[in-house]
């Protein structure tokens, strides 16, 4: 059984992950932005909830 770099994959996949986080960081902050435009409440609950792990900081390089 051959692995070809797995830590290249596995790094791929760490960028990958941290690009979505941070779509959806952009997405929750534009709407909760939106909101207080409104004079509605912010919605944090799905923020907190999808917390980045503490190891993982935007892109990997």
Request: glycine content about 4%; aromatic content about 2%.
């Amino acid at each position: 059984m051959t692995q070809q770099h797995p830590k290249d994959t596995l790094q791929a996949d760490l960028e990958a992950l941290a690009e979505v986080f941070e779509a959806e960081d952009r997405e929750d902050r534009r709407g909760d932005a939106q909101r207080r435009r409104n004079d509605q409440p912010c919605s944090t609950t799905r923020t907190a909830r999808r917390r980045r792990p503490s190891g993982v900081k935007g892109a990997l390089a």
